[in-house]
Structure formats: structure tokens, C-alpha cells
């Protein structure tokens, strides 16, 4: 079918709706909703035998879903309404939430329900339930409503009465604003807190005082030995603050200051640096595991801290994990973690897998600190410098096997960072967007020597000139992705491990391990890895410092979230099924 996808943002769960049906055969094309003129225009030109809206914060025109059958894609269970659906199934404590794909019309999230798909909710950040249970949920219920509309068959049922579904808890909510968001320090207990940070943790934040400035917190993490008084700042850790409840404290490791009228718009930064000179002298708290990278890998039963590096072991094998908001990870991040990766290397293990939790695996350079920094250019240029020692670090490693587990999603130099590994493992609902194009870079990470060498090189051509997101099956199929594991978003870490400890006890790892180093010497001797970076970097150099490249510009609207003036070219051109090949 021609089907048209009309989104307020190309953001993750559009990507993956865009890039499941591209696979399943489907032409499919994207208009971001700019206004109604464009929106009518799209359908005009695109003449689609469908419409989806997976995330659509504005009407579609009467006059289009009048005439012709669209789908909006909801987080709620049947009979839920509202814009903040996901923001009350945190607030409320709710273990079980859904997704509903109801048809247009003109009573908002009102129309007759072509599918709805049900979806646990465990105790995590409202953009993370988002991005994986919610998305799992939300691909299932299109799926089936593309397949029931394609049949010609298929009649929706309303929202309500006795054969819609509806659960008895399920209604009408209204906007979820700051005033329900609000921390009171002098009573909320940790918990407590934590739920209002995890509502609000991408977007919009948790508007609160601090410091004698009002700041948007996100993203929250419990805290049980610390101590201080209620609200106050305790300690520091990798970046993120540490704030005092009544009964114990949280972590915070990103704030944005709150925008000033006529101001320019606002963005996240790692807390520490967004407090700069404002910031108290405080402790810098090491994790407990930190002695430093000593051997206690776990914590204490019923300890809660926080942390955005992990390591453990399980017999022959180490679990490297790491979580940075948003997957970006600065010039400071990289070096951490690869402080703690050539810690785990000298660990006596087989196999050492890299990422492994849910959510995002990477995204690359840190865009946002970079905006920040007194010289975007320099700062860009040790990023991506100091990513590069860690690619090196891992490409360069041959004494054990070293597996990629994406969880989550994976962008630019992040999913080249994966590549890096001798395999490969990604949870099937995971989208990954090998490219730079977008943002105006050529990109490094040792792309042009792992991505060729992976999927071969008019199939590394295809990916980073078209831009588009790649399914973890696509990927599989092509030969990006070793292996794709079906599991929950909760079951991915206990699955990884299963899967890697049987590969350490593979009778074929041995071998494995030990051709490695002489791979990497002819390698070596055909182009040197100096070589690929060298390249790569010229190209970057020229990028970072020159003032008129497009890079900056693109840059600043990415960390401002700044609209497009229209749907860019390559989503409206669209995608259909494209068989691939591996290299």
C-alpha cells in the first residue's frame, strides 16, 4: 500500500512505524505537521491509500480524515483521552497501560478503534517506557490495523459501549502541567520524588528553585545514603547533582534553565555544567563500585545509587553497561568509559559485552555540551577525538570476544561504536540510524573501515547517503546486526547473558579469539587503522572549523528542538522494501 505518515516530529517511534512497514513491503512516506496547507498539499501529491499519525500533537484537517481513513496511533488503553496519557500511567503507579489505534475524527482521540495492544509499565523514566514497552505495543497495534484495513473487511468498533474493550479505569484526563509535576522538598519522600522526575524526565522537566533560579530537572535516580537537608545539593557524581529528600535523596544528572521571555530557547546539559559558577563546593561521591574500578560489582542487596557506568562479571564473561541521557555521550563520558572498558580488559574473561541494559545504546557526540562550550569547534573536535580512542580501544582489542548488545536505539558515531565489536546482538525493537548526513558531517568512529567491512560498500554507500532508520531485522539482513534477540525490554539484559555465557563456553570461541590478532595484522597491513581516522578527521577538521558549514547551524536547531520550515526531502521521498545483501 501507499501510506502516508503524518508526525510532529520524525522522532523514535515514527522511525521505527516508518521502517517496520518499509519492510512489510509498504511504500511510505513522512509529512511533519507544519500546518494544515502542507498537510493537504502531502495528500494531494502522495495520493495514499492510508494515513498514520504514531506521534501527531495537532488535528489532522476535518476536510482529510472526512474523506480519508487516518489512524492515530494513542498511548492510552481504550477510552483513554488526553495529551499527557503516558504522564498519568507514571503518575498514578499504574503496572499496566496500552496502546489504541483509533481512526480520525472529530472528537479528539474519540474515533472508532481499529486496534489496541496492552503494555506493562515497570518503574522507569516515562521517555524510556516510551521508547521500548510503549513502542513494542504501538508497532504491534498498527501492524494489526494496517492488516485489518488492507483486508477491506475489518469494521472498527467505537469507544465505547459494550463491545469496545473499554477498561473501567480508563478515561478522559486532562493536560498533566508543572503544578502536578511540582517537588515539595519539605515532605515528598524519595520515592515520591523520584515518580515526578521520572514522569517528566525527557520532556518537559520538572519546573523547580534552585539555587535562587528556576530550572527544569530531568531524569531521577534514588539515593539511600546520602543525607543533607531537604532540597539541598549533597554531592556530585559523573556530571549529575545529588539533592536531599525528607528521607534520604536523588540523583539529578541533567538540568535546563528555564527559558526568558523573548529569550532563545533552552536546552539540557549535564547538571554540574549547567550550574557552572553557580554551582557550591560539594563532594565528589565515587560509586560504590569505584575503588578505583575495584572488584565490587554489586551492590548490597537493597542498596539504591546511581551510576552512568557498570561493570560486572559472571564467571568468563563481563558485562560492561552504560547508560548516558539521550545516548549522547561528551568528550568527558568517552574518556570514562574507556577508562572502565580498559579496566574490564584486564579482567580474566572470555567475552566482555559492551551495553547490554535497555534503552538507548548510543547516539555519539554529545550536540548539546558541545552547543555550550565556549568554543563549539574545539569541543567538537576533542568529542570526536575521544570517541575515536575508544573505537580504537575496542577494534584493537584481541585477546577475548567482544559482543555489542543494543537494547535500544543506536545513531551515528554510537551505532559505529557497536560495529567496533567482533558481534553484534539487538533487541528486535531497536532502530538504528547509521549515518551523519543529517547533521552535516562526513563522521569518524572508524566508519569507513567497519561499516564496509560489515555490509560491504555499496551497501555502507546506501546507508549513510539515503539517512534513513534501519530495523533491527533490516539490519540482521544486511549483516549489520549479528543477532537479533527477541525479547521485553526487561527481559534483554537476562537474555544477553544467557546468550554470552554460552558463548564463552562455545568450543569454536577459543579459535575464534585466537584468529583475531592475525586478522587484525593483515588488516593492518592493507590500510593501517591510522589511515581510516586520519581521513575521517581531515574531513571533520574542515567541518568543525569552518563557521559557515552547515554543521553549527543544524547543531543549534537540533539542541534547541527548533521546527523545520518543511518535511525535508528524503522522508517525503520515502522508502520501500529495498533487498539487501551482505558484504
Known amino acids: 500500500m501507499e501510506i502516508l505518515l503524518v508526525a510532529s516530529a520524525f522522532n523514535s ?91 480520525a475524527a472529530r472528537e479528539m482521540d474519540g474515533g472508532d478503534v481499529w486496534a489496541s495492544v496492552p503494555c506493562p509499565v515497570p518503574a522507569i523514566g516515562k521517555s524510556d517506557l516510551y521508547r521500548n514497552e510503549v513502542s513494542d505495543a504501538a508497532l504491534a497495534a498498527v501492524l494489526l490495523a494496517v492488516e485489518r484495513f488492507a483486508s477491506g473487511t475489518y469494521v472498527p468498533r467505537p469507544t465505547t459501549g459494550s463491545n469496545s474493550g473499554a477498561k473501567a479505569e480508563a478515561r478522559g484526563r486532562p493536560y498533566f502541567d508543572q503544578s502536578l509535576r511540582r517537588v515539595d522538598w519539605a515532605s515528598d519522600p524519595t520515592d515520591t520524588v523520584v515518580r515526578k522526575l521520572r514522569g517528566a524526565d525527557s520532556q518537559p522537566g520538572v519546573l523547580d528553585d534552585l539555587l535562587g533560579e528556576e530550572w527544569y530537572l530531568h531524569g531521577g535516580h534514588p539515593e539511600d545514603t546520602l543525607r543533607g537537608r531537604p532540597g539541598e545539593l549533597v554531592a556530585t557524581r559523573s556530571g549529575a547533582v545529588c539533592r536531599a529528600t525528607v528521607d534520604g535523596a536523588v540523583w539529578i544528572p541533567e538540568l535546563r534553565p528555564r527559558r526568558k521571555t523573548g529569550g532563545p530557547a533552552t536546552y539540557k546539559l549535564p547538571a554540574v555544567l549547567a550550574l557552572g559558577d553557580r554551582m557550591p563546593a560539594l563532594p565528589e561521591i565515587a560509586a560504590p ?85 565556549a568554543d563549539p569547534a574545539r569541543e567538537s573536535w576533542e568529542n570526536i577525538n575521544a570517541m575515536d580512542d575508544l573505537v580504537e580501544a575496542l577494534l584493537t582489542t584481541t585477546d577475548r570476544m567482544l559482543v555489542s548488545a543494543l537494547g535500544g536505539n543506536a545513531a551515528a558515531g554510537g551505532a559505529m561504536l557497536a560495529l567496533a565489536a567482533d558481534e553484534v546482538w539487538c533487541r528486535s525493537g531497536a ?42 531485522s533490516r539490519a540482521h539482513e544486511i549483516g549489520l546486526v549479528d543477532i537479533v534477540v527477541e525479547s521485553t525490554p526487561q527481559d534483554f539484559g537476562a ?54 558549514a552547515p554543521y553549527h547551524a543544524l547543531r543549534a536547531a537540533f539542541v534547541r528542538k527548533t521546527k523545520p520550515a518543511s518535511t525535508p526531502e528524503h522522508l517525503r521521498a520515502g522508502t520501500s522494501r529495498v533487498v539487501g545483501h551482505r558484504g
Open 289 to 373: 563500585w569505584d575503588l578505583p574500578w575495584g572488584l565490587s560489582w554489586e551492590l548490597p542487596a537493597g542498596r539504591r545509587t546511581w551510576s552512568d557506568i557498570r561493570y560486572r562479571e559472571a564467571g568468563p564473561v563481563g558485562f560492561l553497561s552504560f547508560a548516558f541521557a539521550g545516548g549522547a555521550m561528551s568528550t568527558e563520558q568517552c574518556r570514562r568509559l574507556l577508562a572502565a572498558y580498559r579496566f574490564a580488559c584486564s579482567r580474566p574473561t572470555t567475552v566482555l559485552v559492551l551495553g547490554g541494559s535497555r534503552d538507548f545504546f548510543s547516539n555519539g557526540i554529545h550536540l548539546n555540551v558541545i552547543e555550550a562550550a
Open 431 to 472: 532502530v538504528l540510524n547509521p549515518h551523519y548526513r543529517l547533521m552535516g558531517l562526513y563522521g569518524s568512529e572508524y566508519w569507513t573501515y567497519t561499516l564496509p567491512r560489515r555490509v560491504g560498500s555499496e551497501e555502507a554507500e546506501r546507508l549513510t547517503r539515503r539517512a534513513l532508520p534501519v530495523t533491527a
Open 495 to 548: 537474555v544477553v547473558a544467557r546468550r554470552a555465557s554460552l558463548l564463552a563456553s562455545a568450543p569454536g570461541t577459543r579459535q575464534r579469539i585466537g584468529e583475531k590478532k592475525a586478522a587484525r595484522e593483515r588488516d593492518e597491513a592493507v590500510a593501517p587503522l591510522s589511515a581510516y581516522r586520519d581521513r575521517e578527521l581531515a574531513e571533520m577538521h574542515g567541518t568543525f572549523f569552518d563557521p559557515g
Open 13 to 103: 517511534l515514527t522511525q521505527r512505524v516508518f521502517a517496520e512497514l518499509g519492510d512489510r513491503g509498504h511504500s511510505v512516506r513522512v509529512e511533519l505537521a507544519l500546518g494544515d496547507e502542507p498537510m493537504r498539499e502531502a495528500v494531494r501529491r502522495t495520493d495514499p491509500d492510508l494515513i498514520i499519525a504514531p506521534m501527531l500533537k495537532t488535528a489532522i484537517p476535518a476536510d482529510i480524515w472526512s474523506t480519508r481513513v487516518c489512524l492515530i496511533v494513542h498511548p492510552g488503553p481504550v477510552g483513554d483521552r488526553g495529551p499527557s496519557s503516558l504522564d498519568w500511567a507514571v503518575h498514578t503507579g499504574a503496572t499496566e497501560w496500552g496502546v489504541t489505534v483509533l481512526q
